[in-house]
């Protein structure tokens, strides 16, 4: 632990430049997860600290480093740090989950999600954006093609609910890469309980200024299926004008989980390479990261600051988008596989009314500036 105590004693931006956070971002974080990850000492030898525990975590969260590096910069063996960071990754969820990854129960809580979409992003009784990313792994021992996926890699899937400021609201990870992408959202918890109706979602409402009555609903992409509270956009082929806005005002606040599954990313680069722990260890990974960018977003803001060009950005006045980064690269998180899906007719009733009301009582004036020949949102690049 002489690096970290030398850096926590020197420069605050050495340690930040190290630790990718301040010293009081470090230690609030270790004050939660401490009393569970404390070790007594033995006659043989002395624990190693939690200090060094929570270090050895947060670094091999942030760079991605292998342990055999990690033992090296932490001075803790690669046999404890197998041991030590999944156990910290464990805790770090446990100890944030209740209060930075909590899923609304109630229509109260699920209306204050809403609200903020419509705030923020113009779209009314929005509960969330969903989308599903591949977690890239190296093939486990004796799996055959278990974890194997359409794009030829091994892989488990980590499926999310984003809120308007792209803090994840409900995460759900393991099921291995093979299985079908529509299918790993049917088995999430989440989605059986919106279809058993135990989900608390809200009565359906009036839309702002509008007499129509609609239910809330979740934004998805074409990997998912059309349903009453599921929205998708319209198919790209031979999309009318008011389809055309439709789906640029679906995508538009879909953004917010895209550019939620960039910061984490981004902040987090244990994931820009294939993870070479066994799979449910990268499960515990992946849910302490989840749990560590919200706290991140809500308490320590000025700790997750992202560069220029990472977020997937728009300009109103002339109708350009600027992709993010994770957009540009290969080595990101692997997106689900665009396949025909069933739709049910009331889905498409519904999604028929949201079309008629961005065409009418819900218009923005800088919609159609957004649309392109192919009815594609036009991207600067």
Not at 132 to 151: C, M
Not at 218 to 233: C, E, G, S, T
Not at 319 to 347: F, H, Y
Request: charged share 20%; glycine share 6%.
């Amino acid at each position: 632990m002489t690096i970290l105590r030398e850096l926590k004693h020197g420069h605050e931006a050495d340690f930040i430049n190290y630790m990718r956070m301040d010293p009081n971002t470090f230690y609030k974080i270790l004050s939660k997860v401490e009393p569970y990850i404390m070790k007594e000492d033995t006659n043989m030898r002395q624990s190693i600290s939690t200090e060094a525990r929570l270090h050895a975590t947060l670094l091999f969260l942030s760079t991605g480093c292998s342990y055999r590096s990690l033992q090296y910069s932490t001075r803790i063996s690669k046999l404890s740090l197998s041991a030590i960071i999944p156990e910290t990754c464990k805790q770090i969820y446990e100890v944030l989950r209740e209060d930075y990854l909590k899923t609304p129960s109630t229509p109260e809580e699920w209306k204050n999600v809403s609200n903020d979409f419509w705030r923020m992003w113009n779209f009314p009784n929005c509960l969330g954006a969903i989308d599903g990313k591949h977690i890239v792994i190296r093939q486990p021992p004796g799996s055959g093609s278990y974890f194997y996926n359409y794009k030829g890699t091994y892989s488990i899937i980590l499926m999310a609910i984003c809120d308007a400021n792209s803090n994840f609201i409900y995460v759900d990870v393991g099921v291995n890469g093979r299985v079908s992408d529509g299918g790993v959202w049917a088995n999430t918890s989440i989605s059986q309980s919106i279809v058993n109706h135990t989900a608390g979602l809200p009565e359906d409402t009036k839309l702002p200024g509008s007499d129509k009555t609609l239910p809330f609903v979740f934004l998805v992409d074409d990997a998912f299926p059309l349903q009453r509270h599921i929205m998708k956009p319209y198919p790209y082929q031979k999309q009318t004008t008011s389809e055309r806005i439709f789906s640029y005002r679906l995508s538009r606040e879909r953004r917010t989980v895209e550019n939620g599954f960039g910061m984490l990313a981004n902040r987090f680069r244990v994931f820009l390479a294939p993870i070479t722990l066994p799979p449910e260890k990268v499960d515990i990974m992946v849910l302490a990261c989840t749990a560590l960018h919200n706290f991140l977003r809500k308490d320590e803001i000025n700790q997750y600051s992202q560069p220029e060009g990472c977020l997937e950005t728009e300009c109103l006045s002339d109708g350009i988008v600027a992709p993010g980064e994770w957009r540009q690269t290969s080595a990101d998180l692997l997106g689900l596989q665009v396949v025909g899906r069933n739709a049910s007719i009331e889905g498409k009733v519904v999604r028929e009314k949201y079309m008629e009301y961005f065409q009418g009582e819900g218009a923005v004036s800088w919609q159609n500036k957004f649309l392109n020949d192919s009815g594609n949102v036009s991207y600067n690049v």
